[in-house]
């Protein structure tokens, strides 16, 4: 399932999408806050995925999330990995109530490079963060977006 950038692509088997129709943003979130963490914990992952470390994705990720990069990785072996995020965007989709937490998916876009000079692409993903009831925001799941329905 790698990614455009050879970065880990995940369905989120553990934690389905939400429905759109269920998708909302309350009120009183701070949605630009979001988003900015968001965007950190994107980078972090990029860099983690990198160097294989999965007791450090462990930070990051679901239990089901994790599961299916450590097969990734071992699939990839010791295979240097080096993403260089040149351009990122994010957008809130929304927010779900899920039984044991809330899920929220983001949309990302932007530009991304895996090699030093090399010419930078374009990618669009959608990832599922999920927030159990008394954690914080995990990764569990990424959809890469169609070039069809690309923005």
């Keep these: 399932f790698a990614g455009a950038a ?4 995940a369905t989120g088997a553990a934690v389905p999408p939400p429905d ?17 963490q968001a965007k950190g914990q994107f980078v972090e992952i990029q860099k ?24 990734q ?15 990122l965007n994010a957008e809130m989709l929304g927010i ?24 930078a692409f374009r990618f669009e993903e959608v990832w599922n963060l999920f927030k159990s009831t008394n954690g914080g925001w995990l990764l569990a799941g990424i959809q890469p977006v169609p070039a069809e329905h690309a923005s």
Excluded at 6 to 9: D, H, I, K, N
Excluded at 73 to 87: D, F, P, Q, S, W
């Design 73 to 87: 990785l071992a699939e990839r072996g010791a295979a240097a990995n080096t993403t260089e995020v040149v351009l």
């Design 6 to 9: 050879g970065a880990p692509v």
């Design 48 to 71: 983690v995925w990198d160097t294989g470390d999965c007791d450090k994705l462990h930070d990051f990720l679901t239990d089901g999330l994790l599961a299916e990069f450590k097969s």
């Design 20 to 36: 759109e129709s269920d998708w909302f943003i309350p009120g009183d979130f701070d949605t630009p806050r979001f988003l900015a």
């Design 96 to 119: 779900e109530t899920v039984s044991d937490g809330h899920l929220a998916s983001v949309r990302f876009s932007g530009m991304l490079r895996e090699q030093a000079g090399a010419e």
